[in-house]
């Protein structure tokens, strides 16, 4: 299985781009793992929220592959502990899909058809966190469940 990380928008802080890089960089010895960075929508201030929406949908519709699983990260979304995404990455592992994509959206949200597609909604926090920051925390914690699944000492219960 190989995972791809798809986001909308640009990271802009330098310090957020290391740690992306750091964790993406790690998670090469444990899975194929992809970082797309999907542009802002040209002229968006001239557009209403719910047309930003369908049309930062319609480019993440471009970038999946049929038999794509797609899961957004949501704040309604299953949240969970470190050690359960480690195990639910591994029931995805085992169910044989091909390619999981885990999708960030732009600063409204998501457009309905996406969440029509979605497979699942996963929320890192009950917290509100910038897109920007969720970028790297979900990077460290998929590093994370793959050292859970094999038994190596980064986490700690």
């Not at 968006?44 to 794509?68: C, H, N, P, T, W």
Request: aromatic share 12%.
């Amino acid at each position: 299985m190989k995972i791809l990380f798809l986001v909308v928008g640009k990271t802009d802080d330098k310090y957020l781009l290391e740690g992306i890089e750091k964790y993406r960089l790690r998670l090469k010895h444990y899975i194929g793992f992809d970082y797309v960075e999907i542009p802002d929508i040209k002229n968006r201030k001239s557009l209403s929220e719910s047309q930003q929406k369908k049309q930062e949908s319609d480019l993440i519709f471009a970038k999946l592959k049929v038999g794509d699983h797609m899961v957004l990260l949501d704040e309604k979304g299953q949240v969970f502990r470190s050690l359960a995404f480690a195990n639910h990455l591994q029931q995805k592992m085992n169910s044989g899909i091909k390619r999981l994509v885990f999708v960030v959206g732009g600063p409204y949200g998501f457009d309905d058809s996406l969440y029509v597609k979605a497979q699942g909604k996963v929320s890192l926090s009950k917290m509100t966190f910038s897109h920007q920051m969720i970028r790297l925390f979900f990077v460290e914690q998929v590093y994370r469940a793959m050292t859970i699944l094999r038994n190596e000492p980064y986490h700690h219960e």
